[in-house]
């Protein structure tokens, strides 16, 4: 029996109409930080208090997905609300863009900015975009007010003349290694900046965005570099964790992130806004003490194990969703575009399949989502997929090092409630769970179509 909701979430669900009334959003998202990396997820060294307090006051989901296991096509996913094979980001030649890249984002893609933009909201970008660096790609093309940030990761445009070779620039690296270009929208403000500034400076302008808007309604979308390698954060952060410099630079973005809610709660804002917190994808763990934990989950970044997709989500809005709770259902960061539209009153794109759905129930802890079923690609190859607490593997493939994947028939099968690490396989016994996840695959590939290809230009 689902249990009466608080009047604020019940005025949330039946909609909101004057732009007063309308919540502003906040997407804060890392690059690379793995779904163990938090102590509110289970980790004992590395202390995220302010990610911790998100949790304790909001909802914390334990089975959150990524759309994709590496940079570009994640965050394609996030902004569009569909997955990004769909819109031509995805890649198994060329897995994400990179300085020579000359495509992006398609203009005809509609992004959670471009749509709330559209419903009045003041919209910025702040941090990593990695979505195409040249126009009509970048953040202003896609609904965005303003940027502020490098356009790629930040281990790109490396200088070979400078520094070491190999992995140990990467292991004691300095800014000038990296020749990125910090970004003020359409215009490059510096080359090779401080990336030991970088986490601190996305925080001061995120700040100076919400207290510029802060009669709303806004939607700021902060997507930190860190902690993507090479590693950097201020002096301030230098050896507070005892996990070394990886734990040094995840408490940096956790104080970044209490930095956002505290000025949300000093301008009165927390009650008129939704927090998300996420990551892109798992941890890139051929980076051994540089890299982060994907916790009992099995392998990292670029990998369709759980341990490439699953990631930390936290939301937060006081008074809406209730404090406290931990959610068990899946969703994934495509349903922040849903969820986001529905809480702004704007209805879903006619023209175009969303993957996304509206998680509000799961929120408020109201009701649950009817699922289709979760689509695992690793570029443009379907790897696994999962209905319910099943999950099947026709490839599985390692994140880096393994040159081809290998092939499962019949498919891998694990039930992730009881063994969410992937290590005992039941498909020999559980014919009708793959037989029903085989079904759901057929369904879901009848709707994709063919689209130009924007990482291998």
């Excluded at 990336?195 to 001061?204: F, M, N, P, V």
Aim: net charge neutral.
């Amino acid at each position: 029996m689902l249990r009466l909701l608080a009047l604020p979430a019940l005025l949330i669900l039946i909609g909101l109409s004057s732009a007063a009334e309308k919540p502003n959003i906040v997407v804060i998202y890392a690059d690379d930080l793995g779904y163990g990396d938090l102590s509110c997820y289970g980790h004992p060294t590395i202390h995220t208090p302010h990610l911790d307090r998100m949790a304790a006051e909001g909802v914390r989901f334990t089975e959150f997905y990524s759309a994709a296991e590496v940079c570009t096509p994640s965050r394609a996913a996030l902004l569009t609300g569909r997955y990004p094979v769909r819109s031509g980001m995805a890649s198994s030649k060329r897995r994400v863009l990179f300085p020579e890249s000359k495509g992006g984002l398609p203009p005809s893609e509609i992004t959670l900015a471009t749509a709330l933009h559209g419903a009045g909201y003041a919209t910025a970008a702040v941090g990593k975009w990695h979505l195409g660096h040249l126009s009509p790609h970048l953040p202003t093309d896609h609904g965005f007010d303003s940027y502020f940030g490098i356009p790629y990761s930040n281990d790109m445009d490396r200088r070979a003349e400078l520094g070491p070779r190999g992995r140990a620039a990467f292991l004691e690296p300095k800014s000038e290694y990296w020749n990125v270009p910090l970004m003020r929208d359409k215009e490059i403000l510096e080359r090779a900046p401080d990336q030991t500034q970088l986490t601190r400076r996305y925080t001061d302008e995120a700040v100076k965005f919400i207290r510029s808007h802060r009669e709303g309604p806004f939607f700021l979308y902060l997507a930190h570099s860190m902690p993507h390698v090479p590693l950097f954060r201020s002096k301030a952060f230098e050896g507070i964790s005892r996990r070394g410099l990886y734990g040094d630079v995840v408490q940096e973005v956790d104080a970044s992130v209490g930095r956002v809610l505290d000025t949300l709660k000093e301008l009165g804002l927390q009650q008129r806004t939704l927090v998300v917190f996420s990551s892109d994808n798992g941890p890139w763990l051929i980076f051994d003490q540089q890299g982060g934990s994907a916790g009992l989950l099995r392998d990292g970044k670029g990998s369709t194990w759980e341990g490439g997709m699953r990631v930390p989500g936290i939301f937060w809005w006081p008074d809406t969703i209730p404090a406290g709770q931990i959610c068990r259902d899946w969703a994934s960061t495509m349903d922040i575009f849903a969820t986001g539209l529905a809480i702004a009153g704007v209805p879903l794109p006619a023209d175009r399949t969303i993957d996304g759905q509206d998680i509000r129930p799961l929120l408020t802890g109201g009701g649950s989502v009817p699922r289709e079923g979760f689509f695992y690609y690793r570029g443009t190859d379907l790897f696994a997929a999962r209905t319910g607490p099943w999950k099947a593997h026709w490839k599985t493939q390692t994140g880096y090092g393994q040159k081809a994947p290998d092939d499962h028939q019949p498919p891998l099968l694990f039930q992730l409630d009881v063994d969410p690490g992937e290590s005992w396989s039941q498909s020999e016994t559980h014919a009708a769970e793959v037989s029903a996840i085989d079904a759901a695959v057929a369904r879901h590939r009848a709707t994709l179509k063919p689209v130009e290809n924007q990482l291998e230009k």
